[in-house]
């Protein structure tokens, strides 16, 4: 077992995520419960592109807390370099980013974890929305779906700025799961990589509550 762990390995060689995730998600959601719905549209196993929107720094913990799944996620490489966050992470199977640029070798590198079969947490947007509204989704998502040809699974994630410790508990975040879908859906081979994202980011803002939907609140906004 590795505590550094490449994000290809299987789940039982993520040491630090077998020993603390356990613990950590009982605790959190504890006293910060996550209200789930659509877990039955999860793939029960198999490689996955689980897709959501981006509103807060907790949406990728709520995500994995309600699922309660390991998913490699692409973080910011700068997350990377600080002192038990960073370590945390690479222990965790996530690996780094470039934002704000088109870094194929992250995108190489999420291809390798799918071909692996393992599931990847994607936030198309690039960026957290200030205002918790939908921005328009980079095309790299349109890439890494037509070239893994892996099943995409829509996730809405609401709640998070507000959440916090209750007494009593109460349940502010809500993550939305929505049935998983191939680009055969959504004709994906007449998209460009850009087209074929924002028609992947409707699944998604089809979940969320109207006035979070932003870019992708007119269906024909791609």
Known sequence: MNWFARPDLPTERLLLWRLLFPPVRALATAFAPIRLEGREHLPASGPCLLVANHINWYDP???EFALGIPIRYMAKRE???IPIIGFALWAAGNFPVRRGESDRRAL?????????GQPIGFFPEGTRSKDGRMRRAKPGIGFLARRSGAPIVPIAVSGTPQAGIRIPPHADITVR??????????DG???DDQALADAIM???AALLPSHMRGHYSDPRSG
């Open 61 to 63: 913990p709520a995500i």
């Open 177 to 186: 799961v929505g049935p998983a879908f191939t680009l055969a859906d959504l």
């Open 79 to 81: 997350l990377f370099a």
């Open 108 to 116: 190489e590198t999420a291809l390798r974890v799918l071909q692996a």
């Open 189 to 191: 081979r007449a998209l």
């Open 202 to 204: 409707e699944r998604v």
